[in-house]
């Protein structure tokens, strides 16, 4: 059995939100808005969802389309805000561009009609994601297999979702296949994981089995 040079260390997250004095009463101040927020916002409200959401909201996707849902009841422009994931563009920038193009498409020939303010705005957020060490590490595939399999779902997202998308002192589960323990296979297969409208507790049992797959096959 493959042991790593360096071991894998576990660690869990904890988010730190901040409320912006910026909110939107309606559809069109949500594109005004999209476009002018920091970028850590556009994160909070995309990447960051999968760390909150629960599988009863999973469905819409981001805050966004949540709020377009249930607060708005605008059931177009929820539905095509909820298929927008965020994995599949190269940066903030890029999605950012693809949420404001969403929302003038839909607002599109509606200039004539009145603005509607709802009851409950949309309240844009950023958040500091704290890395906590879990005190637990991993040597060997089998041991990291133990370790994923018992982790708080808060450690699925900081190694998976927030190291991909932004620098943390915390090691992708990917890197660490690849770099540490020389399986490139089954680090593709972890690089390759979506988590959009699904649960973390879903994508840990997806790279569950990727690992037992592995260890069935010898490659550990």
Partial sequence: MRTAAHPFRFAGCVELRQTLDVHALDERELLH????????SIFFHTFGYFLRHRPFTTAYGNDFARWAALEVG???LAERLAVVDPFAFPDLDALREHLVTIVQDHLRGREA???VEFDRAFHFQRSHIVDVPLG????TLV???AGLASVDESAIYLHTVETRVRERRAEPFAAWLRDALDLPALAERFDRIDPYLTTLERVRGRLLGFVD???EEGRG
């Fill in 33 to 40: 808005q999209l476009a002018e927020v920091p970028a850590a």
């Fill in 74 to 76: 605008d059931r177009a």
């Fill in 113 to 115: 009609e009145g603005r």
């Fill in 136 to 139: 637990l590490t991993a040597a």
């Fill in 143 to 145: 041991e990291f297999r």
């Fill in 213 to 215: 797959e592995a260890l």
